[in-house]
């Protein structure tokens, strides 16, 4: 039975709950609404809840573990020899998958009966052709070993299927029995539905958790398989970045981090002065007209995806400043470019800047200011010696976080800064020369993951080491900056 | 503690005060300097704003053209002798002819239509003169043929894409000059297609099949479309908000109505803060490691996408409803506590429903950061090629998929410079749905703003 | 020994300082101060005194023209200071707020040192050529106001460390360090305790010897106690202006009578 239905059949049975438990509660009150505990819906939640919660969270428990289960008796069936022969179990146990798979879909299709399906073998029948023809991806011949396993998988989850059905439609009907049972006009469902509501609130706020405890798992599993793979010595310290599908690569991360680190700096020199005077001027300066129409269309910036900021380094920043600049004074030809994506970045980290200045400036209290023009300051005066040094540690907190923006962008860098990593072995001059490609951590993950990849060689692997680099990176600047400016926003408050 | 007779030292600072009315050299010069303050912040906003222009401008003046496309109007004769050879009509049989058997007919037709204008351009072969007709024509008669076998035999009118080059020629891409070194164009072929213009039989109209249509081929930048991207993007949007709304809300709710403080609660204030400010492309990664790798959800399917974009947008959305719920003044609490409802009664029932323009907002703003999000999508795998429309939800949310954001970038990876300006148009109609989004976000927030 | 004093300042006349007249004052569509007319003396402490929202605050900020930092406020009429137009378009409001200086309501002391904090007013207006002639205002500055013995062994600790009152007194020092000729002080003592509040009265007892003061207030003892000149407001009227003796004795009009009586306010 697929999971949808039970889904849904379990979803019927709590709203037939639902209302013999609202008829049962008025019942034992003898159709009073106003002697029950609780309100009569109530009663009726109580009863949806205990016969669907139970349930479907058995339901999702068996559906996430029992794959697992099974590819570990399934591999246990396949011999040695198999695996040696794939280099691989993972491999392996997706082909059988797949076999499965397709079996399934040659009986669901006709093309064989259930029973004939069973009873396959390699000898007699050509698996193989039976098998392309339902349609399914088959890449390698199907030998024995795998069809054996193929089957054995197919029982297995058949099995497993059924026994999941069952259970699940046993805990519900248990679940419903319990709650009408207990339902009775002084019984306090309302407390029970509540206590129930929290717990899924309670479950939602810890998705947050979830979610970097994930983050942090699938990279760190990852990285330490890369590890096994390529020496982390010469990944952190390695000043050579030329992976080599065919192997005898060399990753080291510096190349890459130093790219990354270039093309912030100069998106932070182009967004920082200009996000911070533009945060000035509109919350100094501007009269409520300016402030109406500037504002918004700074803000609008930060609106636009970063796929279009990419798209508008690559058709016009870029062949911008090769033709304007860079091929001028020969400093190089490549439309790709540390200045194109630093400068396409600065202009969208001016409204990150400038929004978070602006507030920081705006929390400074008012007072600093009279107490500045009353001394007869001008109004440069007081920003530049009263409001700017007593913003400054927020100023610097959104400093940080923009750095932590910059730092993990990845569609402008990916379309304006190339493809190449500096070449750290070529002198000064080669790296710093701001009109030359260079490529950043971001780029690097983008290209070993995309496009055909190979979970057990390094040069994907590597792409989960940078990432978690990356990840460490950010989180760093990030966890810094939150509390510089919470520190900040407490002085005031 | 007074200090009366400290005179003579200050006295000597003390400065004899001018009239009012002259400006003295300091002033004159702290003025001056009050001046370049100002005259940097006004640049700097004329930065910023000069940058949006010129973004927006480029965009357009790139993209625009995407929206219209070159036709050449034909009437082909569905010759019976080629089509249907035993004259049947047996759709089976019909489906065997491949579209190389249909090329010839189109261009027979274009020949009579050349015939009966009266144009001849020398030097132009048969097959070069077929090529200003798009590749894509074929599988387009083949459709229309399969659709109504009844026609065969009559002769139809049909409307044709122009071959890219073609199409570029009367949108300035394409010039006389370029297509003399051009391998996929000749200047004969502008000429005929200039000739077939003044005859009526090609016009440059809207394009309504570059919104509604899928992506196309390497070599036919004219066919391509984004309505694969769309719907894509669509199903993602409404996995997000099925799934980030509700979970959003409730963990606003726990968090900001109920949630005892201890490290439990400050673990997760700390977790939802830093995901806000994770790269994008980290989520990519776990979407990849975990719902692909690992739950084993097929690539390039909009259920991943919309998942890891879910993820993706709850801390913007949390963020947005516990401001807006902190905006609900407690009196409001305590009147409801105070007939004697339950805690849980007085948030559902009173302060839930005073928050929820502020939430409904934040979520159309977190949608919005979705929509235009593209890195995380590239690493679950939609740059690839989708040609088939994904069926119906809910199996369509495991159909492969592509999205606008990454079809804007899978175009520009392309060759033909005729993607650029697909690319962009693919951005403009991206903008306009965020412009859609945003205008309903500050329409919502406009009416139902509450001053308390 | 209250009244000796009274008579001993109100012995000596003094030149008139600064003089309004025909003042208004609106606020957006708020009429704030209406048609004011008055001649604050120079070393004199003037008073004014009112009931919540009279504009005395307000009037007080168009002496020195700090109502130009809010956008919807517009001042007509003329005030004149040593016979000079301030409202005068060739009038640099920032010339004028070094010769009017000001204390606000709450101590404000900047986020800096206590030493930047005085030095900040003879560093913007060019008062001090050299570092000794600074650390000299500046030592001057803080004996006047009356806090130097609790601050100078540490000058480079922040202002915002110091207690209520010693930051109402540094700010006093600050505004008394760009040697200005009036000192405008908004309800300086609102915000302090009873003894923090009799520092502060001392010390603008002191600093009429050079300047003249105008300080608003909401206490009447205080204005007993520290002017010389007060003035009564009632909703944007300026009602009776006189020797303070005079208006807490023998009040003119039946409103300041109420008003200092406790039945208005």
Known sequence: MPVLWIVLAVFGLGLIGYFVGRLRALGSAGGDARTLHSLPSYYGWHAFMLTVAPALLVLAAWSLLAPNLIDRSVSETIPEATIADASNASLVLAEVRRAAGALDAAVAQGLVDQETSRNLHTESTDVTALLKETGSVITSAVTQPILQAAQEFRALTKRSNLYRTITTFALALIGFGFAIKRTHKDFRARNVVENGIMVILVLASSIAILTTVGIVLSMLFETSHFFGLYSWREFFLGTKWSPDFRGDSQLGILPLLWGTLYISLVALLVAVPIGLFAAIYLSEYAGPRLRAVAKPMIEILAGIPTIVYGLFALITIGPMIRDWIAQPLGLGNSSNSVMTAGLVMGVMLIPFVSSLSDDIINAVPQAMRDGSFGLGATHSETIKQVVLPAALPGIVGAILLAASRAIGETMIVVMGAGAAAAQMDQGLGEIINPFQAMTTVTVKIVSQLTGDTDFASPETLVAFALGLSLFVITLGLNVLALYIVRKYREQYE | ?452 | MNDMRHLERTADTKDIKISARNCQVHYGDTHAIKDVSVELEDKTVTAFIGPSGCGKSTFLRCLNRMNDTIDICRVEGDILLDGEDIYDKRVDPVQLRAKVGMVFQKPNPFPKSIYDNVAYGPRIHGLARTKAELDEIVENSLRRGAIWDEVKDRLDAPGTGLSGGQQQRLCIARAVATEPEVLLMDEPCSALDPIATAQVEELIDELRERYSVVIVTHSMQQAARVSQKTAFFHLGSLVEYDETGQIFTNPKDPRTESYITGRIG
């Open chain 2, 1 to 452: 503690m007074t200090d009366a007779t400290s005179n003579g030292p200050t006295a000597r600072a003390k400065k004899e005060h001018g009239s009012l009315l002259v400006q003295d050299a300091l002033t004159k010069r702290r003025n001056a300097s009050e001046r370049r303050f100002r005259a940097y912040g006004l640049t700097a906003i004329g930065i910023g704003v000069a940058a949006l222009i010129l973004l927006l401008t480029s965009i357009l003046s790139q993209g625009l053209p995407a929206f219209q496309q070159t036709f050449v109007t034909l009437d082909v004769v569905l010759d019976e002798a080629k089509l249907d050879k035993k004259g049947n009509r047996n759709i089976d049989e019909i489906k065997k002819v491949t579209t190389f058997g249909y090329a010839p007919l189109i261009k027979n037709g274009l020949k009579s239509r050349m015939e009966e204008l009266n144009i001849s351009i020398d030097g132009l072969s048969d097959k070069d003169a077929g090529g200003i007709i798009s590749k894509e024509a074929a599988g387009q008669l083949r459709r229309y043929v399969i659709a109504n076998p009844d026609e065969i035999g009559n002769s139809v009118e049909f409307r044709f894409l122009a071959n890219g080059r073609i199409d570029g020629y009367y949108k300035g891409r394409v010039t006389m000059q370029s297509a003399e070194r051009d391998n996929n164009v000749s200047p004969q072929q502008l000429q005929l297609a200039d000739a077939l213009k003044d005859g009526g039989a090609l016009v440059t109209r809207f394009n309504w099949d570059f919104i509604t249509k899928a992506d196309a081929s390497e070599n036919r930048p004219e066919a391509a479309g984004i309505g694969v991207a769309i719907i894509g993007s669509l199903y993602m949007m409404m996995i997000v908000l099925v799934l980030a709304l509700p979970i959003g809300v409730a963990a606003s709710i726990y968090l900001e109505e109920f949630a005892p403080q201890n490290w439990f609660t400050d673990l997760i204030e700390v977790n939802i803060s830093n995901l806000a400010a994770v790269p994008s492309i980290v989520y990519g990664i776990l979407g990849l490691a975990i719902f692909i790798n690992y739950g084993g959800l097929p690539q390039s399917a909009p259920i991943v996408g919309g998942l890891v974009l879910t993820l993706m947008t709850l801390p913007t959305i949390i963020i947005a409803t516990r401001a807006s719920l902190k905006s609900v003044p407690p009196s409001i609490r305590a009147a409801a506590l105070g007939v004697g409802a339950s805690r849980m009664q007085s948030v559902f029932h009173h302060v839930l429903p005073l928050a929820m323009p502020g939430i409904l907002t934040g979520t159309i703003i977190g949608l919005a950061q979705a929509l235009g999000e593209t890195a995380p999508l590239m690493l679950i795998g939609m740059v690839a090629f989708v040609r088939d429309f994904p069926s119906a939800p809910p199996e369509g949310f495991f159909d492969p998929a592509s999205a606008l954001p990454v079809q804007v970038y899978n175009w520009t990876t392309r060759a033909d410079p005729a993607f650029v300006e697909r690319a962009s148009g693919a951005i403009i109609v991206l903008l306009m749905f965020l412009l859609c989004m945003n205008m309903i976000a500050i329409i919502l927030r406009r009416r139902f703003e509450r001053r308390w």
